[in-house]
């Protein structure tokens, strides 16, 4: 059982600030239970190869629902093996089924590249039937030459929902052969999937399963089942479940108890030094924050600090380069190869301090980092876990530091940790059959395939869905020909379609040359301009 030993302090005790709460984790044995009887030799024989032979309780049971055919959520610590409970599933089917093939959805591509590694090394070379070239990487990032390889031949696509929106669903007929064959989706980190973002990805998920459906001959009715089996796993959440249903539209079954165990945690809520008695303001967080790393570094710690912006961190890098330490920086913007040189650079202990937005968050190996400093409160209890996961992998001992900034929030914590500390964390909430979306997706699910009369969308009713495409038809955008309704538009309607926000009015944004020529170079909602006044 979890002990905890609390204090607070007005003193430094060698720390560059007030120490405002302290908590001891302490350490707990994991669980572990024999690989299940019903997994086969050849993927028995993967996993020997690797060195596994004993699971933990945890991901047997998860191994047990999936086998069952239960859609299933993991909802589970920061390395707790979430990952192991859907290669093997993935290397049984393609074990046991030379067509199958499975879509992996990861939020960020640098998850992508990472899980796309972790499952092409558990493969022997040598493999008579899986080659790491039917696992396959398909986002922006995917070089033009390679894309018709990968249509023809992938077996398991990672991808992002973004890509699966605009990339993949639009074009289904030119990867007919993925969808025929498409048994097994997986949806990692769920919990980043909530409000707007979780509601356009369900509505894409929902696109998924009629296109899959198309291909497999199955109409899609009210409150039904597809035929893919889902996989999702997320953060530890209170409503892990009920998110999870949302997104799919299937019941699931969740597994939320951890038998991983963990490493003694030390966790320190640091508050900076007063440095304006009469104003009572203090220094800087980041300041502070980096005389803190300094010090971790210095003692042999391989330390990660988490920033609230992309500004921030080039802040805290300079702050910390001014300290002696060398540092990289990690955020959005980067080249690839630079995300990827730094991300190997922390695996591999070569990079012993780093600054991250919270892009680093999300489940990423990053090998077994000693201190995690979060500059400043990050917004949510389940992001303050998430950050505070990324230390002591493998039962090993860590450190937490949380520095407040001068927000009053964040001062409001330093005296009242009991905000974070006893309070469960909060549910991810969603709303797929938000009108606006839900208008927006119902027109690229008409351009992806017809509807037939009598057809739902998701859990809405069949005579909601045919009222809204009977106004598509009104509008001149869509046409009823017998008992279906088809697209007439010639706009794809997905260009207009962002994931990331719930309006319809979108700006493009463009440069102009000398030669008149158009170079788009992004876009905003409409409601982001001003008058200028």
């Known amino acids: 059982m979890e002990q905890a030993e609390k204090q607070r302090s007005a003193s430094p005790n060698g720390y560059p600030g007030e120490i405002a709460f302290q908590q001891i984790i302490q350490s707990k044995d994991p669980v572990f239970v024999p690989v299940p009887g019903f997994i086969s030799p050849s993927v028995l024989s993967i996993l020997s190869n690797n060195q596994i032979r004993f699971l933990y309780a945890h991901q047997a049971e998860a191994l047990e629902a999936t086998a069952r055919g239960e859609d299933i959520i993991l909802s589970t610590g920061t390395a707790s093996g979430k990952s192991l409970c859907y290669q093997i599933p993935i290397l049984e089917l393609l074990v046991s089924d030379p067509a199958a093939t499975v879509l992996m959805i990861f939020p960020t591509k640098a998850l992508t590249q990472d899980q796309r590694k972790n499952l092409v090394e558990l493969i022997p070379a040598s493999h008579p039937t899986i080659r790491p070239a039917d696992i396959a990487i398909f986002d922006g990032d995917t ?39 498409l048994r ?4 990692d980190e769920a919990h980043v999937y909530r409000g707007i973002f979780g509601a356009h990805t369900a509505n894409a ?9 198309h291909y497999h001959g199955i109409r899609t009715i009210p409150g039904g089942n597809s035929s893919l089996r889902f996989i999702l796993c997320t953060a530890t959440l209170s409503n892990a479940r009920q998110l999870a249903e949302k997104l799919i539209g299937n019941t699931v079954h969740e597994i939320n108890r951890d038998t991983s165990g963990n490493g003694r945690r030390a966790i320190t809520f640091l508050n900076p030094p007063i440095v304006n008695e009469d104003l009572h303001v203090r220094a800087g967080s980041i300041h502070t924050a980096a005389k803190l790393a300094l010090a971790e570094t210095k003692s042999g710690q391989q330390v990660l600090l988490f920033s609230q912006s992309r500004q ?12 002696g330490i060398h540092v990289e920086g990690y955020r959005s913007g980067y080249l690839a190869r630079e ?28 090998g077994g980092m000693d201190t995690i400093i979060s500059i400043g409160y990050p917004g949510s209890i389940a992001s303050y876990y998430q950050r505070m996961g990324r230390a002591g992998r493998n039962q090993r001992d860590s450190r937490f530091f949380m520095v407040a900034s ?20 909060e549910p991810a909430l969603i709303d797929p059959d938000n009108l606006l979306i839900l208008f927006q997706h119902l027109q690229c699910a008409l351009y992806e395939t017809p509807f037939s009369t009598g057809e739902s969308f998701g859990s809405i009713s069949p005579e909601a869905t045919q009222q809204i495409l009977d106004y598509f038809v009104q509008n001149g955008i869509a046409r009823k020909s017998g008992e279906k309704y088809y697209w007439l538009d010639n706009n794809h309607p997905q260009r207009s379609v962002s994931l990331r926000n719930s309006g319809l009015d979108r700006i493009a944004i463009v440069t102009l040359d000398l030669g008149g020529k158009r170079s788009p170079i992004g876009e905003i909602d409409r409601s982001c301009l001003t008058d200028g006044t």
């Open 339 to 366: 995300r990827r040189t730094i991300e190997n650079g922390l695996k591999a202990g070569s990079n012993r301090c780093v600054v991250a937005t919270n892009a680093l968050e999300l489940g990423m190996d990053i």
């Open 312 to 323: 921030s961190v080039e802040t805290a890098v300079r702050r910390l380069r001014d300290f």
């Open 205 to 213: 998920i929902r696109r998924l399963k009629r296109v899959t459906d």
């Open 184 to 187: 097994i989706v997986v949806l």
């Open 143 to 181: 070089p033009a030459y390679q894309r018709q390889a990968i249509k023809n031949h992938a077996r398991v696509l990672l991808t992002n929902p973004d890509m699966l929106h605009q990339g993949l669903l639009p074009y289904h007929p030119s990867w007919s052969r993925f969808f025929q064959n």
């Open 406 to 425: 001068q927000n009053p929030i964040d001062q409001y914590l330093m005296r009242h940790p009991e905000f974070i500390t006893d309070r469960p964390i």
